[in-house]
């Protein structure tokens, strides 16, 4: 069936380090991919997306991978800062569905 | 410009009791989406509008569950007689996307119900 999933639960990293949050998925049909942070008591905020014809995107600071050989997205997130610290979320699209299907997620903590 | 917004934020039933979630899409979203996120976990779908058509509704748990959008913009969903399981955070989020353009779905603040 389908499913992403992230393979680190926590992340603490040193403000000014660079931060990489990993994700797995497992439907192939997937084709539009999307990183969400979110904030206690909040909704996700969206970061960043891509589609399965790029393998690279790049905003402000974030980078998101796309290596659809192994099925596998991560997020970069350069000269990380306190701001930053948030549950990140990958999610998929894809297979003739409009749903997004999301993984369980990871926290990401940022030390000053 | 304002967001996906939502009320309440937050609701608290008492079992068997009814309750009905808002949500108001940014202006011009065709597309309005439900979520359930429990907590510690990522949300999960419940259902799909495009105008005021209910076009999956595939992620309802049970048919407690039930959503509407009959203008096409704001959207309620209601969940009848409510079970302690039903405690979760309510996600809304809409979007652009019309069929199966992908589109980005912006989530509002959610609605956290808890249910005694």
């Known amino acids: 069936g389908e499913s992403v999933g992230l393979h680190l639960p926590t992340l603490s990293v040193q403000e000014g380090d660079n931060s990489i949050i990993n994700c797995a998925y497992s439907?192939?049909?997937?084709?539009?991919f999307i990183w969400y942070k979110q904030e206690s008591g909040k909704g996700p905020q969206f970061i960043i997306d891509?589609?399965?014809?790029?393998d690279k995107r790049q905003g402000q600071r974030v980078t998101v991978l796309l290596n659809k050989t192994v099925k596998h997205l991560s997020l970069q997130i350069a000269a990380t800062q306190p701001g930053d610290s948030a549950v990140y979320f990958c999610?998929?699209?894809?297979?003739?569905?409009?749903?997004?299907?999301f993984g369980k997620g990871t926290k990401l903590t940022v030390n000053p | 410009g304002a967001g996906v917004s939502q009320s309440p934020r937050y609701k608290v039933a008492k079992r068997g009791q009814d309750v009905a979630l808002r949500c108001d899409p940014i202006?011009?979203?065709?597309?309005l989406f439900w979520y359930q996120q429990a907590l510690g976990q990522g949300p999960e779908f419940l259902t799909y509008f495009q105008n005021e058509a209910q076009l999956d509704k595939s992620g309802l748990p049970s048919d407690r569950f039930f959503a509407e959008r009959p203008e096409g913009s704001v959207s309620t969903l209601k969940i009848q007689r409510t079970q302690q399981e039903d405690s979760a955070v309510y996600l809304c989020?809409?979007?652009?996307?019309?069929?199966?353009?992908?589109?980005?779905?912006?989530f509002g603040p959610g609605t956290r119900l808890l249910v005694l």
């Open positions: 999610a998929e699209m894809g297979g003739g569905s409009e749903k997004l299907v």
């Open positions: 439907n192939s049909a997937s084709d539009y």
């Open positions: 202006s011009g979203h065709v597309s």
């Open positions: 891509i589609r399965s014809n790029m």
């Open positions: 989020a809409s979007s652009l996307a019309v069929g199966r353009s992908r589109e980005t779905q912006y």
